[in-house]
Structures are given as C-alpha cells and as structure tokens.
C-alpha cells in the first residue's frame, strides 16, 4: 500500500499548522468537512441512508463524531459506534479520551446521535 503521508509525517504537518495558528479543533473540523464533501460527491456511488460510524479514542475518534455531526445537522440519520475503551457500566471511558475527542462526544450526546 502507498501511503501519501506516514503517521509521522502527518503529525509534522499537523504540528506545522498547529504553529501557524490553526487549532487542533479547526484541523478536526476540517478533516470532517471535507470527508463529508467526499461522501456528498459520491452520493450516488456509495448510497446509504444511515450511515454508522465507528470511532476509537483518539483525534481520529473526534473526526468521526464531527463527522456525525456535520451529518445530523444535513437530516442524515446517523449512528456513532465507539470503539474506545468503557467504563464498568459500559459507558465510553472519558478518561482514555483526549480532550478534542471528549468535547466532541459532548456534543454528540447532546445531539441525541
């Protein structure tokens, strides 16, 4: 498989971006955006009407429930599955979350997703 950046790779472009003055929350909110916009423009190819979306515990994590987000608001009916660590009552565990990813999954409590 060819990879267009390494994970490294991509956190120097994240941290480069990071040092110019875009927040980590903006970088989140555009990765979802823009995969939104993909999906939008592939409609036809991948048709789904409820879309599920698998989230584990990190940033990547925070991009999904975003993305769920994003969704939502466009009346898609959209379900967000996390993969993350639970706590004993089998509630995601907020404390293997980063801060973004938290935040996000705040949000998409509060949206009823």
Partial sequence: MDYLLTTEGMRRVER???DKGISDRVLMTNAAASLYELLEQNAQTFPCKH???VCGAGNNGGD????SLLMKHRGIDVTVWYA???QSDGTPDPSHMTELLSDAFE???????
Wanted: no cysteine; aromatic share 0%.
């Fill in 16 to 18: 480069a971006a990071m």
């Fill in 107 to 113: 949000d998409v409590t509060a949206m009823g997703i």
């Fill in 51 to 53: 879309p599920a979306i």
């Fill in 64 to 67: 999904g429930m975003v993305l």
């Fill in 84 to 86: 993350g660590p639970l």
